[in-house]
């Protein structure tokens, strides 16, 4: 499998386990030492796989939550994803997020938000 493909078939996995609200199939695609950062403004919001799970815990509790890819790039061992995400509470969201996956596990997860 290319570097591409892997990437492809991660972040579909991690799609599905997040509009799933399945939060160990979800962590179980992410490196152990995996960093979520923020874009442009370049802020970690979470460093290792258990405080990115802290956060996706309280996510996943959100009524409604669902997220609707609308188109998927890949370049290498990144996908990119052209996203909409939407809850009960908020009106819907857009945002592009970017996986590195590095030996089958998400290493590093950028997200840009409107």
Known sequence: MSPSEAAREIANAQLVAYNA?????FMALFHE??????LPEQEVLAV???AIRERYKARFATPGLHCEVTHRSE???????????????HPPTDALAMYEVVDHKIKRF???RA
């Open 48 to 50: 290792g796989k258990e």
């Open 21 to 25: 609200h399945d939060l160990d199939g």
């Open 75 to 89: 370049i290498g061992n990144i996908a990119i994803d052209r996203e909409t995400v939407f809850t009960d509470a």
């Open 33 to 38: 030492e995996a960093i979520l950062v923020s």
């Open 110 to 112: 950028f997200l840009i």
